[in-house]
């Protein structure tokens, strides 16, 4: 079983900058790969990030490329989600997730994708 504890969410204002943790349990979490998603109101969920356990292959969704960076330290069971340039439609609550193997397949951005999740941290942009 892994247990995900996601923090950092909070209240931001357009254009300021804010950085997700995700902290896992167990004592494998390299050879988890790891996503991030959000979940705004009245809207399915959507992937944002994702990364292999060795940080050689990270995706992004293009509403997110070139402003979020993902990133792991697998010494601290820890993946991180950056967001820079944040816009109010950023706006949502961010969970991460894991999925049981070391490398991300085709169906990276599919929730369906991933084993484990965290509870969701919230994420508000003001204008």
């Known amino acids: 079983q892994v247990q995900l504890v996601e923090s950092g969410g909070g209240l931001v204002q357009a254009e300021g900058s804010l950085r997700l943790s995700c902290t896992a349990s167990?004592?494998?979490?390299?050879?988890?790969?790891m996503g991030w998603f959000r979940q705004a109101p009245g809207k399915e969920r959507e992937f944002v990030a994702a990364?292999?356990?060795?940080?050689?292959?990270?995706y992004y969704a293009d509403s997110v490329r070139g402003r979020f960076t993902i990133s792991r330290d697998n010494a601290k069971n820890t993946v991180y989600l950056q967001m820079n340039s944040v816009k109010p439609e950023d706006t949502a609550v961010y969970y991460c997730?894991?999925?049981?193997?070391?490398?991300?397949?085709?169906?990276?951005?599919?929730?369906?994708?991933?084993?484990?999740w965290g509870q969701g941290t919230q994420v508000t942009v003001s204008a």
């Open positions: 997730a894991a999925k049981i193997v070391p490398y991300l397949s085709d169906y990276y951005s599919l929730s369906g994708n991933y084993d484990y």
């Open positions: 167990g004592r494998t979490f390299s050879n988890y790969a």
């Open positions: 990364i292999n356990w060795s940080r050689a292959n990270i």
